[in-house]
DNA sequence: AGGCTCACCCTTACGCCGTAAGTCTCATGG
DNA sequence: CCATGAGACTTACGGCGTAAGGGTGAGCCT
């Protein structure tokens, strides 16, 4: 009955463990990724993943880490400029298919290799492009917050389709007082349910405009 | 047995219902509110909240709601520029004392009649300050990207006070290769963890940086 | 006064969760 | 050939959200 021809089953390792966690994760949601479904999807019984990790938190650790490993480094060489824009765009890819990560950043507090790597290339970037030590602690933390909260933002859309987007409106106007909110609803009926207007092109706006205004600080 | 002389106990409504999830998760954390903990708080079975609320999503939705009654509403009196900074210092100290309330923003989608009226206001004093239609949905993206991003930020990291930081960083140093992330530990040493350094003051440079573009794109 | 209704609150129970503790299995090396 | 040890499995506990149904008392109608 035991040592029949089954597959011979991979082993599991650390490494195998998470990667079928941020799968998971990304087909059916974080609230969806327990012990028990995460070892059925490795065909192994729960207990059996806390050989590889060492409780729940550090599993989600190790996810974060793993996202930030998808994430281009920058390379100073083109300019700061250059090389803060490709960065932020490629978070901002990552974070778009991995949704539910940008969730966790707000409780997962220790960083991995992966995230630290990523930290340090954006911060030699800027001083490699002139910046000084307070003006880059400046910039880093504008860029981040933006490119944080906009995935943030995006994350708590009710939508992604411009259809999706209509019937939900239509759902919310139906409910709340409209006149109630005159300027939001002018908003979202002249502009934000347009055809073809897609939230996500605002992120290149306010990235350029805080781009702009680091150049200024930085060569005023 | 039953009906003795008890202390008549108020009668519990929606409202006494969120006040008192708010407190508890300013003081235990998010993670410590629970159904059974929430009715413990007011004197009541578990079961008893269903009455007020409709199930635990509908919870938290109220609470983010009852945090957004906390913000002041931005006037369009003193001009846009100073009703957005206003606000937005206004949402940061909001947002700090109910950090839980960042990470919830996340999942909850269906913003409430506080919620609502905050983002009208805002949209109104924008639209007040002579932005365009399209110009007011971009402020609105930058200026609240920014905001809740950069109270994401503040919440991940690990300590609060200079000496936390410094005991943080230590213990951090005595795990990872330092000379693998050495512009990291140069902002670290020589600037983040000199003592007055407050990572909060980043906010206002973020902001007025961001302030000042769009002063340039809405006066040119 | 007696009985009805209805609003609240309570009790019980189910299936899920994370994980502590202990057990089984089998490839390996002496 | 057996001892060892790693790695998976089993069992069990307390906590979670919440479905279903039971009590109880205040207010109203006759």
Chains 1, 2 share one sequence.
Do not use: C
């Not at 002018?186 to 347009?194: F, G, I």
């Amino acid at each position: 009955m035991t040592g029949s021809a089954r597959e011979p089953r991979r082993p599991l390792t650390r490494r195998r463990v998470l990667e079928v966690a941020v799968d998971l994760a990304d087909r059916k949601g974080l609230e969806a990724l327990s012990m028990r479904k995460l070892g059925e999807a490795l065909e192994v019984e729960a207990m059996s993943l806390y050989g590889h990790v060492a409780n729940k938190d550090d599993l989600l650790d190790g996810m974060i880490d793993a996202v930030f490993t998808e994430i281009d480094l920058p390379s100073a060489d083109d300019g700061w400029r250059a090389a803060m824009r490709q960065r932020a765009l490629s978070v901002r890819a990552v974070l778009r298919r991995h949704r539910w990560a940008i969730g966790l950043m707000e409780s997962r507090t220790y960083p991995g290799p992966a995230t630290l790597a990523h930290h340090d290339a954006v911060i030699g970037a800027l001083r490699a492009g002139g910046f000084s030590v307070p003006q880059t602690a400046h910039a880093f933390s504008v860029l981040d917050s933006y490119i944080y909260g906009f995935a943030l933002q995006e994350k708590g859309l009710p939508f992604q389709t411009a259809d999706e987007a209509a019937e939900v409106a239509q759902a919310m106007f139906a409910q709340i007082p409209v006149d109630r909110y005159p300027h939001f609803v002018e908003l979202a009926t002249q502009h934000a349910l347009q055809p073809g207007y897609d939230y996500g092109e605002e992120f290149e706006f306010g990235l350029d405009l805080i781009l702009d205004g680091l150049e200024r600080l930085h060569r005023p």
